[in-house]
């Protein structure tokens, strides 16, 4: 199995070490010849704007996009908002999962938190306590399309977690915790 992770901005190191601890081969994507013999993508958590001005600067909106068509693409935070349709800004989008973001929701970086999640799509694990997810100035869904599937939500039914076939986006970081069943989940898809 072979997992790029989108290396332009953001928190892709720690992608990487969650993914070769679970057996993955880790390409770092800088430009679209990096794409090639990938199994699924990566989209990290930083600052989607810069994610998306440096992804038109080297030319990877379109291989992007591409990419998508067919293969596992999983964003988390501003990776999320940069897979999404509408972010209510203009800013460069890829424009694959037919979700609506809204980006910074719960405030500004003082206001991060943690909290706990039931994750159904999980129940085939052996236990499946809930996730303990971390938002960091984090998106929410606001509202998906007819193929989109809602994988979590926040005790007020505000969606968190959203997949639509391949594509998979989460307002949250599993990659800031030592819970690998996101990443799992992830390789699953990929497959
Ligand atoms: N606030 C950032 C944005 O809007 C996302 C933050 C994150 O990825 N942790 O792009």
Redesign the pocket.
Known sequence: MKIGVLALQ?DFAEHQVMLEKLGSEVVQVRLPRHLEGLDGLIIP?????TIGKLATEFGLMEPLRQFGKDHAIWG????A?FLSKDARRNQPLLGLMDIVVE??AFGRQVDSFEVDLPIAAFSQEKANPPYHAVF????LIESVGKGVEVLSQLEDGRIVAAQQGHLLATSF?PELTADDRFHRYFMELAK
């Open positions: 953001g958590g930083g600052e989607s704007t988390t935070c501003a990776g908002i980006r910074n960091i100035r984090a998106p970081h």
